[in-house]
């Protein structure tokens, strides 16, 4: 079973930058999945927000956070990042890792096999 953690969410005002973290554990082949992170505001569906291919190299946004948001890896260290700037109060939400097992960096979140539990993004205006 693999498990993942995200970490790096807060609190932070409109303009200000987050890095979240996402690690991977137990049974993990983690260079072989595509990583992808997803968001869900309150009252509203989960979203695709950004994905990396296993070799970390191509790289996929949605529209919303392209140019501001930067998906990274680090497979010696079972770990994707997400670098967030000049964010804005549209980008609250619950941010979410998650890893495909077949390396197909999608946006289609039921393509994701695992994820985390998710960690609270709030920017305030």
């Known amino acids: 079973q693999v498990q993942l953690v995200e970490s790096g969410g807060g609190l932070v005002q409109a303009g200000g930058s987050l890095r979240l973290s996402c690690r991977a554990s137990g049974r993990t082949f983690f260079s072989t999945y595509a990583m992808g992170w997803f968001r869900q505001a309150p009252g509203k569906e989960r979203e695709f927000v950004s994905a990396?291919?296993?070799?970390?190299?191509?790289?996929f946004y949605a529209d919303s956070v392209k140019g501001r948001f930067t998906i990274s890896r680090d497979n010696a260290r079972n770990t994707v990042y997400l670098q967030m700037n000049s964010l804005k109060p549209e980008d609250t939400a619950v941010y979410y890792c998650?890893?495909?097992?077949?390396?197909?960096?999608?946006?289609?979140?039921?393509?994701?096999?695992?994820w985390g539990q998710g960690t609270q993004v709030t920017v305030s205006s």
């Open positions: 990396i291919r296993r070799s970390g190299g191509s790289t």
């Open positions: 998650a890893a495909d097992r077949a390396g197909r960096p999608t946006n289609i979140s039921y393509e994701y096999a695992y």
